[in-house]
């Protein structure tokens, strides 16, 4: 259970990079930002696919600014679900040492 958390984390930590390139690039001229979909692997995890958005031929950055603040607050959110996961397990593992010790 700790690996799909961990893969997770991993995917929107993918996410989360191409999104900020995207950002950060808001003001550069016929800049075409990166799209990303996390999908589900067969081992339960999940694996984040980034490419390249379909250029619409403005001479300006295509980048939607709004499109992107509001993936941070899901990327954020995401992230913050599975540590929370992974802290309850560990804390779980903890207790059945306590007790089988």
Known sequence: MISSNASSIISNQTWMNAN????ANVNTDKFVPQETTISET???GTKANTEMATSNGS???QTDLSK???EQTT???T???NIQAIRTQ???YGSLLDIRG
């Not at 900020?20 to 950002?23: G, L, S």
């Open 20 to 23: 900020a390139n995207n950002v």
């Open 90 to 92: 560990d804390e779980m």
């Open 75 to 77: 990327i954020e959110k």
């Open 42 to 44: 067969q081992n339960s």
């Open 68 to 70: 992107e603040l509001s």
């Open 59 to 61: 001479e300006k950055s």
């Open 79 to 81: 992230t913050q679900a």
